[in-house]
């Protein structure tokens, strides 16, 4: 016999407080963003045994995975497997929060790459430009995209989860509309960035 979906939601976990709900996702918010701010023109002068890059490597597979296990979720919530969507979406919360740690680390012992830096002096010439080519223009249109909705995505992301997790899922199904295309435009554009600049990391 073929096997159907269930149509129950998940009970919820977590009991309904919108005031301390507001508190807690824009307090981590803002101390996610202004800490990553602030440590981003930072860098750590520490002989790691290994490439620093491995972060921006990781980072790389860890946004893969999370933007196929977006389009998992998606397909479960289609399918009304809401339990199923339910662990998937809390996977790439988790993933997203490694991401975050190993993104911070990558910028603290790694420094600023500029694309087309072949000699990774810092300073671009104008032969590394033209070497460059139409590609660097290309690299900073994504770019200039990815980094404010990376900014702003993590409110989204917890809002989202927070009315799942509540059994609001009338909002959650309002805001969800908003966050997973962000989220996942997040997650695509930055495995495109790192395999743009990837060729120029020491």
């Not at 010439?125 to 249109?141: F, H, N, P």
Request: glycine residues 4%; aromatic residues 12%.
């Amino acid at each position: 016999m073929k096997q159907t979906a269930n149509p129950i939601y998940p009970k919820p976990v977590l009991e309904k407080n919108d005031k301390a709900a507001r508190m807690f996702i824009w307090s981590v918010s803002v101390i996610a963003f202004v800490a990553i701010a602030a440590l981003s023109g930072i860098k750590l002068n520490v002989n790691l045994p290994f490439n620093p890059h491995v972060f921006a490597a990781f980072n790389a597979i860890v946004n893969s995975c999370v933007a196929l296990l977006l389009i998992a979720a998606l397909i479960a919530v289609k399918s009304k497997h809401y339990l199923l969507h339910k662990k998937i979406m809390l996977t790439a919360i988790l993933l997203s929060i490694l991401f975050l740690i190993s993104y911070v680390c990558h910028h603290l012992f790694s420094g600023e790459t500029r694309f087309g830096d072949l000699n990774h002096d810092g300073i671009l010439s104008a032969d590394e430009k033209l070497k460059a080519g139409s590609l660097r223009y290309v690299y900073y249109a994504i770019l200039m995209t990815h980094i404010p909705l990376a900014g702003i995505i993590l409110p989204f992301v917890l809002f989202t989860a927070y009315r799942a997790l509540s059994g609001d899922y009338k909002k959650h199904k309002k805001l969800s509309r908003i966050t997973w295309p962000i989220w996942f435009y997040v997650a695509v554009s930055g495995v495109l960035v790192y395999l743009l600049i990837s060729p120029y990391y020491t």
